[in-house]
């Protein structure tokens, strides 16, 4: 009798599951690649998430005392240069917005409306003072994280750099003046 139930039970279920399925026929599955990383570029970045992903450390970079935490020097500057990067954000936008500054292939920024920053003086001195510090924080943290990826040799610098620009300019709005890899200037386009 057991036995009966049980396979009735089975039967029954078996029929009211074999008119179910995960998928009905008008499900559409599409599977879009939006681009391959190499490994070289999953490490560098990766290692770049690193730098910044302790908030803790950023905050409390500047207020350790040297006999309660001893941070390599190199960390500490990288530190403090992602963190320079951030508090820059906004002017970072603002002149990429104005068009006075791009996004060079080789990972760094770059003045591109030398006329309007002759007309005016006071701009003038905000984008060169904020172009030498964002490429100066930049090569500082390019190289630290080319000193923590494993597997770099001297001749890998370069990459790094260009892994950065890359990362940069897919990041940058559409209208932004970006550089291609043949060096010549193009507003980026929306995607």
């Not at 990067?85 to 068009?99: A, E």
Request: with cysteine.
């Amino acid at each position: 009798m057991e036995k009966t139930i049980l396979f009735i039970a089975l039967l029954t279920m078996g029929m009211a599951f074999a008119g179910c399925s995960l998928l009905s026929p008008k499900a559409k599955i599409e599977i879009t690649l939006v681009g391959e990383k190499t490994s070289l570029e999953n490490q560098v970045l990766g290692n770049y998430t690193f730098i910044g992903a302790d908030p803790m450390m950023l905050v409390s970079v500047r207020a350790l005392p040297d006999d309660i935490a001893k941070i390599p020097d190199e960390k500490k500057r990288s530190l403090l240069a992602y963190q320079n990067r951030l508090y820059n954000k906004d002017d970072y936008q603002r002149f990429m917005d104005m068009k006075v500054i791009g996004e060079t292939n080789g990972g760094y920024v770059e003045i591109r409306d030398n006329q309007r920053l002759d007309e005016d003086r006071e701009l003038s001195r905000l984008v060169n003072r904020f172009i030498q510090e964002e490429n100066r924080d930049r090569l500082i943290i390019y190289t630290r994280i080319f000193h923590i990826t494993q597997g770099l040799s001297e001749n890998d610098r370069r990459k790094v750099e260009e892994i950065f620009a890359h990362k940069m300019q897919n990041e940058a709005r559409p209208g932004w003046l970006i550089q291609d890899a043949s060096g010549r200037w193009k507003e980026k386009s929306a995607q």
